[in-house]
C-alpha cells in the first residue's frame, strides 16, 4: 500500500468523539427525510387511468427515527431515563418529539433552537 493511501486509510478512521456527530447526522437524516416525496399510483379500475399522487415519505421518516432510536439505546442515553420512559410514544412523530427532548437534555442543548423564545 502507498504512503499516500495508507494516510488517507489512516484519516478515515472512526475516532471515539465523531459519535456525537454520527448521532447529530442521523437526526438530521430524520428532519430531511421529510422533504423527500414519494409517489404513489392509484389506478381506477374499469376506466384504464391511473391516478399519481405525492406525498411526503413517511416511511423514510419512520426507518430514521428508529434508527436513532436504536443508536440512543445503543450508546446507553434512553437506558434509566425518566422523562423520556414517561414520554408519549404513539407514532413516529411523537416518538421523534422524545427524542428531540433527550438529545436536547442530554446532547445538542447548543444546536437545538428552543421554539419557545423565538
Known amino acids: 500500500m502507498s504512503r499516500l493511501a495508507s494516510q488517507y486509510q489512516s484519516d478515515r478512521i472512526i475516532k471515539p468523539g465523531d459519535f456525537k456527530e454520527a448521532l447529530w447526522t442521523q437526526y438530521m437524516n430524520c428532519v430531511n427525510s421529510l422533504n423527500t416525496l414519494e409517489t404513489v399510483t392509484n389506478p381506477i379500475p374499469g376506466m384504464g387511468i391511473t391516478q399519481f ?66
Open 53 to 118: 399522487a405525492t406525498a411526503p415519505s413517511i416511511h423514510k421518516f419512520e426507518g430514521n427515527v428508529l434508527i436513532l432510536r436504536s443508536m440512543c439505546d445503543g450508546s446507553g442515553l434512553v437506558k434509566d431515563d425518566e422523562v423520556f420512559n414517561k414520554a408519549k410514544k404513539e407514532d413516529s412523530f411523537t416518538h421523534f418529539a422524545a427524542l428531540t427532548e433527550l438529545l436536547k437534555r442530554k446532547m445538542f442543548a447548543e444546536r437545538l433552537i428552543d421554539l419557545g423564545t423565538l
